[in-house]
């Protein structure tokens, strides 16, 4: 597991994190999106980790990751993954927050019990099975594996190729000036790296869709980003807006792309941290 400090060699090139652990009071689970790595979530962590224990661990398949077997994997094989890392830290329960993938196993960690609060962020998975959507979903990742293929042959150039970069940058922010040229290589060679990029489009386009959300009795926080291109809220949100309990807060953040954490590391490290705050007094963010 790497221990995070509070600077970085920002000229360094990123080696893989199996796991961020920082901090130390409430523990915090953060969950990174398909194909990317814990690197996304090092500034959140690092505002955090003033107040709470934060684990940000890499999925299994990805980056940094434990490797996969098998041709299909879906979120219940990582949900799995995860729960026997918190079993290994003695976490019974914890704070989640979880972007796109992320998201939508933290969703499923809150179903078996293992959330005290979830923070979903863009997430994943807001759709029936089977569904148009849920194709959609699959048919746009699955578009994404000659691109990624070629990527792998170029290597370096390839991540440190300043088209390749605000290419992807478009993809995933909206102000692509604030995120960093190191952070923009992590995140294309966490794509690179992604080992379970075939095995879980394959698994979320045969697999079952999340249970019913309507029954969670946890606080639950959804924020959803203005300009999200990988799961546009109109299609993508939809459902999450429809099922969750009344008393969730559902909050649109202006102004950031699928991952919001690179471009606004402060307003999501705050909207975490409110919603944890909120649930030792049982009072509601307005």
């Known amino acids: 597991?790497?221990?995070?400090?509070?600077?970085?060699?920002?000229?360094?090139?990123?080696?893989?994190?199996?796991?961020?652990?920082?901090?130390?009071?409430d523990p915090v689970l953060l969950l990174h999106g398909f194909m990317l790595s814990p690197h996304c979530w090092?500034?959140?962590?690092?505002?955090?980790?003033?107040?709470?224990?934060?684990?940000?661990?890499?999925?299994?398949?990805?980056?940094?990751?434990?490797?996969?077997?098998?041709w299909s994997i879906d979120f219940h094989f990582l949900a799995d993954r995860i729960e026997d890392q918190l079993d290994e830290l003695g976490w019974r329960t914890c704070h989640i927050a979880g972007n796109s993938l992320g998201g939508w196993v933290g969703f499923e960690l809150a179903r078996r019990g293992r959330a005290r609060t979830l923070t979903a962020i863009a997430p994943a998975g807001g759709w029936q099975s089977p569904s148009l959507a849920q194709w959609r979903a699959g048919a746009k990742f699955l578009a994404m594996v000659p691109i990624v293929e070629i990527g792998k042959r170029l290597g370096g150039f390839a991540i440190d190729n300043p088209i390749a970069q605000r290419l992807a940058l478009l993809a995933l922010s909206k102000n692509v000036a604030a995120v960093s040229r190191r952070d923009v290589a992590a995140m294309i060679t966490a794509a690179l790296h992604c080992d379970a990029m075939l095995p879980m489009i394959l698994g979320s386009t045969r697999g079952p869709a999340l249970d019913d959300l309507s029954n969670l009795a946890i606080p639950v926080r959804l924020l959803m980003a203005e300009y999200d291109r990988i799961v546009p809220n109109?299609?993508?949100?939809?459902?999450?807006?429809?099922e969750l309990p009344d008393s969730a807060d559902r909050i649109l953040v202006n102004g950031v792309g699928h991952v919001p954490m690179l471009e606004a590391p402060d307003r999501i490290a705050t909207l975490i941290a409110e919603h944890i705050y909120a649930s030792r007094t049982h009072l509601r963010a307005v």
């Open 1 to 25: 597991m790497t221990k995070m400090s509070g600077t970085t060699n920002s000229s360094a090139r990123r080696a893989p994190i199996k796991a961020l652990h920082v901090g130390s009071g």
């Open 42 to 70: 090092e500034q959140v962590a690092l505002r955090l980790s003033s107040h709470c224990e934060v684990f940000a661990p890499a999925f299994a398949g990805h980056w940094g990751g434990e490797p996969i077997d098998g």
């Open 234 to 242: 109109r299609v993508y949100a939809r459902r999450f807006l429809q």
